[in-house]
């Protein structure tokens, strides 16, 4: 258990950072919210036989069920929504990324009026480098594009529903089995997406090798395994310092990309790597 809670920011970075671009496969054969609500219908397929073998101990009273369901309905719809069709209108992964990255220096803003936990001088700089950082990834790589209005307020819209997420989990949640909350909060995206698909998607997929491959990455990578490292380590950690891995998926992702996809990156992008890298660093390293 101790090897995994040490190794968990890195995976859950790999991995988190990898569902940008997959998510963007993904959705080049599929309308958004159709592959959002067949994601769910998967992970929910997937678990509900080991629920039914295992029987998980479910929530305690009708807070901690309405709790869970709150924090799926904002990660799961709200977040992965919005960002999902902000893709979906023109808007580039790293744009997302870089939006969406701005979530620490909220939960900074906000978990002092909410709880104990305060943001020392040592930290602030370092959620500062690293936002410095991955403006500058973005920037040397590719250069940031005007965006439309449309594809800024889907990315807003994402970035605040998830900053609420990280609050909430980190002020009101409970630790419960990961099946159990896994279970009840894909239901709810799959309750909350498949709707939405059918009022204003023609529901289009088309069954292609890669569409393939997204959807098992992001069923089995993202929804499975790192939305679980993440509520793990929000409940073990403070949310500030969690919160501060996110300056890293801009630059973790346009490596990814390079080395996927061939995706050069320039010096000024490398130089971003490494002020983001020692900015989380700052955020995230515990005084002893």
Same mark, same amino acid.
């Given at each position: ?78 977040? *992965? &929504?919005? %960002? ?10 790293? @744009? #997302?990324? +870089?939006?969406?990255? !701005? ?68 002020? *009101? &949640?409970? %630790? ?10 894909? @239901? #709810?995206? +799959?309750?909350?997406? !498949? ?84 900015? #989380? ?8």
């Amino acid at each position: 258990m101790k090897i995994l809670i040490a190794c968990a920011p890195g995976i859950f970075l790999l991995l988190w950072s990898g569902g940008f671009t997959v998510a963007k496969i993904g959705i080049s054969d599929a309308d958004p919210l159709t592959l959002l609500a067949l994601r769910y219908a998967c992970v929910v397929v997937i678990l509900l036989p080991f629920c039914l073998i295992i029987k998980p101990p479910l929530p305690k009273g009708r807070q901690q069920w309405l709790n869970l369901a709150l924090v799926g309905f904002l990660i799961q719809v709200a977040y *992965f &929504g919005t %960002a999902w069709m902000a893709f979906y209108k023109g808007g580039s992964a790293g @744009t #997302v990324a +870089l939006i969406t990255s !701005l979530q620490p220096i909220l939960v900074a803003l906000i978990m002092p009026m909410m709880s104990s936990e305060r943001v020392s001088i040592k930290r602030w700089l370092g959620l500062a480098l690293g936002l410095a950082g991955t403006s500058l990834v973005l920037a040397g790589n590719a250069g940031i594009e005007p965006i439309s209005l449309t594809v800024l307020v889907f990315s807003t819209s994402a970035l605040i529903a998830f900053t609420i997420a990280t609050v909430w989990e980190k002020r *009101f &949640g409970v %630790a419960h089995h990961p099946l159990t909350s896994n279970m009840v909060q894909y @239901t #709810v995206g +799959l309750a909350g997406t !498949l709707p939405l698909a059918l009022l204003f998607e023609p529901m289009h997929i088309e069954v292609t090798v890669p569409f393939l491959f997204a959807l098992a990455y992001l069923v089995l990578g993202n929804s499975l395994l790192a939305i679980s490292l993440l509520l793990m380590m929000i409940r073990r950690g403070e949310a500030t310092r969690v919160s501060a891995l996110f300056f890293l998926v801009p630059p973790v992702s346009a490596l990814i990309a390079w080395l996927v996809l061939d995706e050069h990156m320039s010096s000024l992008a490398w130089l971003g790597m490494a002020v983001a890298a020692i900015g #989380v660093w700052m955020t995230t390293r515990r005084v002893v």
